[in-house]
């Protein structure tokens, strides 16, 4: 399994994760998505990503279920609510969902959207202590500009700001732009969501409804010429980016094993010349 730095530490993380929106929202798929992710991590996929939103904490009880006897296996990241975002706010939302996740220790803990309520420095501040206590041993941020990225640094003092995870594929490279390079300067791990796209499904068979026709001829017929489907292009596509690692959402083993053949080859240069043409930044 293709490992990545995590930020300026020595751990190594998968380069594509498993995640969690939508888990355990429906009872009678709980089976499936645990068996998903079982499957993911005993396959190298060991770097699982939930959030106290996603359905009102129902997916950190299904990602509980799926490592309670292989936790130490597993890279557990999660997100605390901008609305919980103040002081106080971060340290009850970080045991709640410790106790959503039966676990002791969350290995990345994230601010899922800047907050408009909470300075960024009292949320770090929280995040620091949760570090000093051992309740969390990495601090990042989701959707955050350069701007954020360096203010939160610098409210964690001499802890380090890990990663910035944010919406990164075909038809969104605006992180391109700013924060890739910054992320990249400053030792911060991108951990893309989304990489199919903010609808998974149109990546399938069916090929991509939202865009032209053109633009997924490209796609097949770059993926017939690797024996690969146009969504393993888009996804080996985003992994072409060296300081990056990616978390689609996987609810079924065949999605798994489809994300899996994304790895063990590369984009040659011509087709990373006709995806530029076709889905320009």
């Known amino acids: 399994m293709l490992r990545r730095k995590l930020g300026h530490t020595e751990v190594r993380i998968p380069?594509?994760?498993?995640?969690?929106?939508?888990?355990?929202?429906?009872?009678?798929?709980?089976?499936?998505?645990?068996?998903?992710l079982r499957f993911g991590i005993e396959h190298g996929l060991a770097l699982i990503d939930t959030a106290e939103e996603y359905s009102n904490g129902g997916s950190e009880r299904v990602v509980g279920q799926a490592i309670r006897?292989?936790?130490?296996?597993?890279?557990?990241?999660?997100?605390?609510?901008?609305?919980?975002?103040?002081?106080?706010?971060?340290?009850?939302?970080a045991e709640a969902s410790l106790e959503r996740l039966k676990t002791n220790y969350i290995d990345l803990y994230l601010q899922h959207w800047p907050s408009e309520q909470y300075e960024v420095s009292e949320t770090m501040g929280a995040m620091a202590e949760l570090v000093q206590k051992g309740l969390i041993k990495y601090v990042g941020v989701?959707?955050?500009?350069?701007?954020?990225?360096?203010?939160?640094?610098?409210?964690?003092g001499s802890i380090p700001l890990v990663?910035?995870?944010?919406?990164?594929h075909l038809n969104d490279r605006t992180i391109e732009s700013e924060i890739l390079p910054f992320a990249k300067k400053n030792g911060i791990t991108i951990m893309g969501y989304s990489p199919f796209g903010y609808a998974p499904h149109v990546f399938?068979?069916?090929?991509f409804p939202e865009i032209g026709?053109?633009?997924?001829?490209?796609?097949?017929?770059?993926?017939a010429k690797?024996?690969?489907?146009?969504?393993?292009v888009a996804l080996n596509w985003v992994l072409r980016q060296e300081d990056l690692v990616t978390i689609p959402k996987a609810a079924k083993k065949e999605h798994i094993a489809d994300n899996l053949n994304a790895l063990g080859w590369e984009l040659d240069?011509?087709?990373?010349?006709?995806i530029e043409r076709f889905f320009p930044r």
């Open 15 to 36: 380069a594509i994760g498993q995640g969690t929106w939508k888990f355990g929202e429906d009872p009678h798929s709980e089976k499936d998505e645990i068996e998903a």
């Open 69 to 93: 006897d292989i936790r130490s296996d597993v890279f557990l990241v999660t997100k605390v609510s901008a609305k919980n975002c103040s002081y106080k706010g971060v340290l009850s939302a």
């Open 142 to 156: 989701s959707n955050f500009s350069t701007r954020l990225m360096q203010e939160a640094q610098s409210h964690l």
């Open 163 to 168: 990663c910035n995870q944010v919406g990164y």
């Open 204 to 207: 399938g068979a069916k090929g």
């Open 213 to 223: 026709s053109q633009e997924r001829h490209v796609l097949e017929s770059i993926g």
């Open 226 to 232: 690797h024996g690969k489907t146009a969504y393993q």
């Open 269 to 274: 240069q011509g087709d990373l010349e006709q």
